[in-house]
């Protein structure tokens, strides 16, 4: 587990708080600890081919588990094992047990300093499959691996995890590297070991200098003691276009990756393993280069360019190179298919759902099927079909009053989008506003079809009003609205009485707690309720100009004039909200998104705002999710995960 400076640490660590979702974790990082497996109804082992893992190794061949094998080769943990601790006996003999006499015999020779040890000719897997219960792979390669080493027992192909950052700050790394928002970046990452395939990648990027000569290239990772990569930098003339950076902590390992424009994650020979680094380029919709050999072959053709090991490798990093960096165009549609595929495949939730249901299988006894181990994200509700609009008619014709006319005029936009998102009802099922204006409370019953309809105000706790709303053409509707204040008074309904609950317009409005009424929400929905939510967008393309040229970015940022004392009491906006942050809301409060769409939140359209766009894209800055309202539904799929997110309350 991390500090240890291993992908597989961080993979570790990534796995376990979501697999926590599923079973009872114990984490054992190290010999001091004693692991009794009598008190766990199966062991699991993250093993790697390196010193980090031999505490892993050694507790797997005493306690049989499930091993998790990153790559099909252990020979380099062996040495660590053996010749590190001068017990040379113990690798020979290790050899001959893998490979029989032709192993000894060049364990001999290597022990005389004849020859070094065969790493790639000799996996040294044979004692710990032999004393496994089961495996888990990443790739078709390494389960065939397996096999072929003659292991019967069950294998499960699971994805490596992907990370999917949010928040890289590409802008601010490349500010720390001296390079401006168009300068060409190339990245190397990870430990710089020669079969990563640097000395080729060095060769083709210097001929892609003479083509492009504002090009850079970073190298991020511990250098290899025995590649002499500086004096390599320097011979081909590189020392202005190349970096090298070093070992950087996780969080700058990552703004490096996300600076870069295209990345390579090159190596062979290879055996089997699977790259975290790529994983990751892959979740920040990087461009990536992979040698088309191992597990990486395996990757789909549209989400990395492959390049063929051997001859010609250097013209195809060259060739590759020189069309990401000739058309940007490419490498962020490259990059786009890449984080869409792991998005779709690899989601840590979905990646830990498959161990469990695998560890499940084995620790019972039964047969795996990975076909009924899809990940639960498959299983997401879908949906509604479209429906058609509530008519413009018959929202004006609930309009009886000049400033109702006025407010529909303005808002009528955002209101029949509300109600385009809102799912219908049943003549047995309940919906609750938030914020009733009567506006399109009626729409609730007579076009949406729930059976009671029920809104809140704010007001003093206790009390409810009786309105009656009759429209132009006659229709009358009733209503009970209950008056309490939303971030301070437990609502006063019972637990799962609500299928539905409108929130609009009314979040941005709380000044001291909203996950207070957000863990309100929850309650009052049954299982699998729905909460429909509008509010501002703060990240939209119109608050970025306003504060560009130094205007508040809110929109509702002014203070209230006092109100008279017959007057209700109106809540100024105290924070407006961007998407990611209410789906981090939505997340928190114990709901799972179906629907995060941005749109008109006034009826006047912005075309002055459009300047915006061309900058976000000069930047490769997000440019989806930037209209002026945002539009959210969300499921309650359990309780209030966190009732005070860190990145809300200080």
Known sequence: MPPAKSGIADYSAALVPHLERHAEIEVFA?????????????????????????????????HPGVVVLHEANLHHLICDLTIR???????????????????????????????????????????????????????????????????????????????????????????????????????????????KRIAESLRAFRRLVRLAPEAKMILVGEPHPDFPLASLIETLGLEAHVRMLGFTPAEDFMGYLGACDAVLNLRYPTVGESSGTLLRALGLGKAVLVSDVGSFREYPDDIVLKVPAGAGEEDFIFEYLDLLVSRPSAARELGKNARAWVERECSWPSVAERYARFLEAVARGETYNPAAAKPAAVEKEQPPPARAPVPEAYLKSWAVTESSQTYLDIHLTRLRRTLEITPPGTAGERILEMGAYMQITPALHTRLGY?????????????????????????????????????????????????????????????????????????????GGHLVLTTPNIGSLHSISAILQGYHPGFFPAYLKPAGEDSEPEARHNREYTPKEIMLLFLDAGFEVTLLETGPFRDAPRPEDRWIEHLLERYLLPLDLRGDGIYAVGRKTGPVKQRYPSWLYS
């Open 30 to 62: 190290e010999s001091s600890r004693p692991f009794d497996p009598r008190r766990h109804d199966i062991a699991l082992y993250q093993v790697g081919n390196n010193e980090f893992h031999i505490h892993a190794y050694e507790t797997a061949l005493e």
């Open 451 to 527: 059976g009671e309809v029920r809104g809140c105000y704010l007001g003093s706790r206790g009390r409810t009003d009786q309105k009656q709303a009759v429209s132009l053409d006659g229709e009358a509707f009733h209503c009970e609205i209950d008056l309490f204040n939303a971030e301070k008074d437990v609502f006063p309904y019972p637990d799962g009485h609500f299928s539905t609950v409108l929130c609009c317009e009314l979040i941005e409005h709380l000044a001291e707690d909203p996950m207070f009424l957000m863990s309100e929400v929850n309650r009052v929905l049954r299982p």
């Open 85 to 195: 601790r001068q017990n040379w006996d113990g690798y020979v003999a290790e050899a001959e047990y893998n490979g029989g006499e032709a192993a000894r015999a060049r364990a001999e020779r290597a022990r005389a300093l004849e020859a070094g040890p065969d790493y790639e000719g000799l996996p040294m897997l044979r004692r710990l499959l032999e004393r496994s219960r089961a495996a888990i792979v990443h790739s078709e390669c390494v389960a065939g691996e397996l096999r072929k080493a003659g292991f019967s027992r069950p294998v499960a192909v699971i994805p490596h995890g992907a990370w999917l950052p949010e928040d890289v700050d590409r802008m601010g790394y490349r500010q720390r590297l001296g390079l401006d928002e168009s300068t060409p970046l190339v990245g190397i990452f990870g430990f710089l070991k020669p079969y």
